[in-house]
């Protein structure tokens, strides 16, 4: 009766669409001041390289099926450094304009405060400078999590569907998707008393968008590239200590302890997040401290709009919350643009090369042709005339750039020069290599 009592907030939905993106300018307004002092992150710059190459050759099916295909795809009208940061903050917008949905429809403002806490850290800074893909990806998570959670409540089958529909768009965008996707699955008997057979009918409404689409994909990329579905180089491998995570997430261990002190089934539901992020960094997943973090933020997120707003409950929300923005500044380095803005310089000098005069591989200097802003001056293993002129860069190609990594030029050319080139300039572990009497 209590929660049935509370006043609604009579916003419209506009005016959510309008406070989301204002509440996700702060942090956006702080990444695109990072990359005009010329920080890119490597993410942002593989996306980039891949998606120049794309354009300048014409040819779609350069995208491949490199895993996430979907940041490539919403890049495609406007490639440019301030393109992420930009996409990330309308998406965080439209994810905190979903809070504000639920908080309209529930009539509970803990959430509200609990998000607070993570506004006024620098988690969201991070997310949108380091990998715009990742936010995109956890807001369609916390939107399926609340259509999942409104299945829970009552019952029509239209709700687990379309939280089936919004994770087959999630899995696009990142890993967490399908696993938690399954997981949610397993715990439909667990959080409802149904039948085995209402369970498992119940778990195909939710699974078959999302093992449709993902094994859809797979075999499109296998039908295409003849091989599995490949990682961008630049996802991140290592992964942050449980323990950093826990300590980064206080808001997700207050509303774990809260379940466990009433011994509530939801408990093993809540746990998700973790089995997913075990699970992940042994298939080559690795993740971010902001990024995991983030995750573990929707689960309590999801599970506070029940409350009601008691003094001592908003009292305890209030101080995870200061806790959540404590954690972040104490646990994250600032993110610092480079101390020189040679790279930038380099890329762009590099792009006024003549068309299909420099040999390089985009697997090691992707940076550089991320700054670049275009593929044309160079020749990339998807060309048709890369193995030629890697065998023979003299008669084929002016410029050879050679940059540390796992392509094909580091091996061949990485300390020894082509005959007939020499040196012209090296820059952290890059060489461009120029053939002589060749003008600068």
Same mark, same amino acid.
């Given at each position: 009766?209590?929660?049935?009592? $509370?006043?609604?907030?009579?916003?419209?939905?506009?005016?959510?669409?309008?406070?989301?993106?204002? *509440?996700?300018?702060?942090?956006?307004?702080?990444?695109?001041?990072?990359?005009?002092?010329?920080?890119?992150?490597?993410?942002?710059?593989?996306?980039?390289?891949?998606?120049?190459?794309?354009?300048?050759?014409?040819?779609? #099916?350069?995208?491949?099926?490199?895993?996430?295909?979907?940041?490539?795809?919403? *890049?495609?009208?406007?490639?440019?450094?301030?393109?992420?940061?930009?996409?990330?903050?309308?998406?965080?917008? *439209?994810?905190?304009?979903?809070?504000?949905?639920?908080?309209?429809?529930?009539?509970?403002?803990?959430?509200?405060?609990?998000?607070?806490?993570?506004?006024?850290?620098?988690?969201?800074?991070?997310?949108?400078?380091?990998? /715009?893909?990742? &936010?995109?990806?956890?807001?369609?998570?916390?939107?399926?999590?609340?259509?999942?959670?409104?299945?829970? %409540?009552?019952?029509?089958?239209?709700?687990?569907?379309?939280?089936?529909?919004?994770?087959?768009?999630? &899995?696009?965008?990142?890993?967490?998707?399908?696993?938690?996707?399954?997981?949610?699955?397993?715990?439909?008997?667990?959080?409802?008393?149904? #039948?085995?057979?209402?369970?498992?009918?119940?778990?195909?409404?939710?699974?078959?968008?999302?093992?449709?689409?993902?094994?859809?994909?797979?075999?499109?990329?296998?039908?295409?590239?003849?091989?599995?579905?490949?990682?961008?180089?630049?996802?991140?491998?290592?992964?942050?200590?449980?323990?950093?995570?826990?300590?980064?997430? +206080?808001?997700?261990?207050?509303?774990?302890?809260?379940?466990?002190?009433?011994?509530?089934?939801?408990?093993?539901?809540?746990?998700?997040?973790? /089995?997913? *992020?075990?699970?992940?960094? +042994?298939?080559?997943?690795?993740?971010?401290?902001?990024?995991?973090? @983030?995750?573990?933020?929707?689960?309590?997120?999801?599970?506070?709009?029940?409350?009601?707003?008691?003094?001592?409950?908003?009292?305890?929300?209030?101080?995870?919350?200061?806790?959540?923005? &404590?954690?972040?500044?104490?646990?994250?380095?600032?993110?610092?643009?480079?101390?020189?803005?040679? %790279? $930038?310089?380099?890329?762009?000098?590099?792009?006024?090369?003549?068309?299909?005069?420099?040999?390089?591989?985009?697997?090691?200097?992707?940076?550089?042709?991320?700054?670049?802003?275009? @593929?044309?001056?160079?020749?990339?293993?998807?060309?048709?005339?890369?193995?030629?002129?890697?065998?023979?860069?003299?008669?084929?190609?002016?410029? &050879?750039?050679?940059?540390?990594?796992?392509?094909?030029?580091?091996?061949?050319?990485?300390?020894?020069?082509?005959?007939?080139?020499?040196?012209?300039?090296?820059?952290?572990?890059?060489?461009?290599?120029?053939?002589?009497?060749?003008?600068?």
């Amino acid at each position: 009766m209590a929660s049935a009592s $509370r006043k609604r907030p009579t916003w419209s939905p506009p005016l959510e669409l309008g406070l989301g993106l204002l *509440l996700a300018l702060p942090a956006g307004m702080a990444a695109l001041g990072l990359t005009q002092e010329g920080y890119l992150s490597d993410l942002h710059a593989a996306y980039l390289a891949k998606v120049y190459l794309t354009l300048d050759r014409g040819r779609l #099916e350069f995208l491949g099926f490199s895993y996430p295909p979907l940041p490539l795809l919403l *890049l495609l009208p406007w490639p440019s450094p301030w393109a992420p940061p930009i996409l990330g903050t309308i998406v965080l917008g *439209l994810g905190f304009a979903l809070l504000l949905a639920e908080v309209k429809r529930r009539a509970g403002i803990l959430p509200l405060v609990l998000a607070g806490g993570f506004l006024l850290s620098p988690w969201p800074i991070h997310l949108l400078a380091q990998d /715009f893909a990742q &936010v995109l990806g956890l807001v369609l998570l916390w939107w399926a999590w609340t259509l999942y959670l409104r299945w829970l %409540e009552e019952g029509l089958s239209f709700f687990l569907f379309a939280s089936g529909l919004v994770l087959s768009l999630a &899995v696009y965008a990142t890993p967490f998707a399908l696993p938690l996707g399954v997981l949610f699955a397993l715990g439909i008997g667990l959080l409802r008393r149904m #039948e085995p057979r209402a369970w498992a009918a119940a778990s195909l409404v939710l699974l078959f968008p999302l093992l449709f689409t993902t094994l859809a994909w797979t075999y499109l990329g296998w039908l295409f590239t003849g091989g599995g579905i490949s990682l961008y180089r630049a996802l991140p491998q290592e992964t942050p200590p449980l323990g950093e995570v826990f300590l980064a997430s +206080p808001a997700y261990v207050a509303g774990g302890l809260f379940l466990l002190a009433r011994v509530r089934p939801g408990l093993l539901l809540y746990l998700a997040p973790l /089995f997913v *992020l075990l699970a992940l960094t +042994p298939l080559g997943f690795g993740y971010t401290l902001p990024v995991a973090t @983030a995750l573990l933020l929707l689960f309590p997120l999801g599970g506070l709009h029940c409350l009601a707003p008691k003094p001592h409950l908003l009292g305890a929300t209030l101080l995870v919350a200061l806790l959540q923005a &404590v954690a972040g500044w104490a646990l994250l380095e600032p993110l610092k643009p480079p101390p020189d803005p040679l %790279e $930038r310089a380099i890329g762009q000098t590099l792009a006024q090369a003549p068309p299909r005069s420099t040999l390089a591989d985009d697997r090691e200097s992707y940076r550089l042709l991320a700054w670049a802003g275009t @593929a044309r001056p160079f020749v990339l293993p998807a060309d048709a005339g890369f193995l030629l002129a890697l065998s023979a860069p003299q008669a084929y190609v002016s410029r &050879v750039l050679v940059c540390p990594g796992g392509g094909a030029l580091q091996p061949r050319y990485g300390q020894g020069t082509p005959p007939g080139f020499r040196e012209e300039w090296r820059y952290k572990g890059c060489r461009l290599l120029r053939k002589r009497g060749e003008p600068p």
